[in-house]
């Protein structure tokens, strides 16, 4: 499991009630933990001391999602990378640029995507034209300009 550019292992000790305050989390990350604790049968400082353990091991983050538009960054895309020689190096100095938001290492047609979130057409020209492709390595890139996002969730559950 990736998770902030850090390996970590896949935790499958998770227990039912870890699960239930990810959910809940998920949900609502402003829920308090007073009421996750009601939800699931818990005190509050008892989720507190769960909810911090999960996140200090990597099994989650609580952060604040926004769109894109609403913060003035008008232009994204996914971005698909052939490379020759190692993946590693160049996937660390895409997730070092700020306006890259993720970075998978992949089988098929790429050995690497990427999101970017940028201001405008020439900040995504400069990027791509300037900084990636003069990335060691960078074979071929191939830029889809998203057109409009349809549909971003992040409630998958704990499965």
């Given at each position: 499991?990736?998770?902030?550019?850090?390996?970590?292992?896949?935790?499958?000790?998770?227990?039912?009630?870890?699960?239930?305050?990810?959910?809940q989390l998920q949900?609502?990350?402003?829920?308090?933990?007073?009421?996750?604790?009601?939800?699931?049968?818990?005190?509050?400082?008892?989720?507190?001391?769960?909810?911090?353990?999960?996140?200090?091991?990597?099994?989650?983050?609580?952060?604040?999602?926004?769109?894109?538009?609403?913060?003035?960054l008008f232009r994204?895309?996914?971005?698909?990378?052939?490379?020759?020689?190692?993946?590693?190096?160049?996937?660390?100095?895409?997730?070092?640029?700020?306006?890259?938001?993720?970075?998978?290492?992949?089988?098929?047609?790429?050995?690497?995507?990427?999101?970017?979130?940028?201001?405008?057409?020439?900040?995504?020209?400069?990027?791509?034209s300037q900084r990636?492709?003069?990335?060691?390595?960078?074979?071929?890139?191939?830029?889809?300009?998203?057109?409009?996002?349809?549909?971003?969730?992040?409630?998958?559950?704990?499965?």
């Amino acid at each position: 499991m990736q998770s902030n550019g850090k390996q970590t292992q896949r935790n499958d000790t998770l227990d039912e009630t870890a699960k239930k305050i990810i959910e809940q989390l998920q949900e609502d990350g402003r829920r308090s933990y007073g009421a996750i604790g009601a939800t699931i049968g818990l005190s509050e400082a008892a989720v507190r001391q769960r909810v911090q353990r999960l996140t200090q091991s990597g099994v989650m983050q609580i952060v604040a999602v926004t769109d894109p538009m609403q913060v003035g960054l008008f232009r994204q895309a996914m971005v698909g990378l052939k490379i020759d020689g190692p993946l590693e190096p160049v996937a660390d100095a895409l997730g070092a640029m700020d306006e890259i938001d993720y970075v998978v290492m992949c089988s098929g047609r790429f050995d690497l995507l990427c999101e970017i979130v940028c201001t405008d057409d020439e900040h995504l020209l400069e990027l791509i034209s300037q900084r990636i492709r003069s990335l060691h390595g960078v074979r071929d890139i191939e830029t889809m300009v998203y057109l409009k996002l349809h549909k971003q969730s992040y409630q998958w559950g704990t499965r």
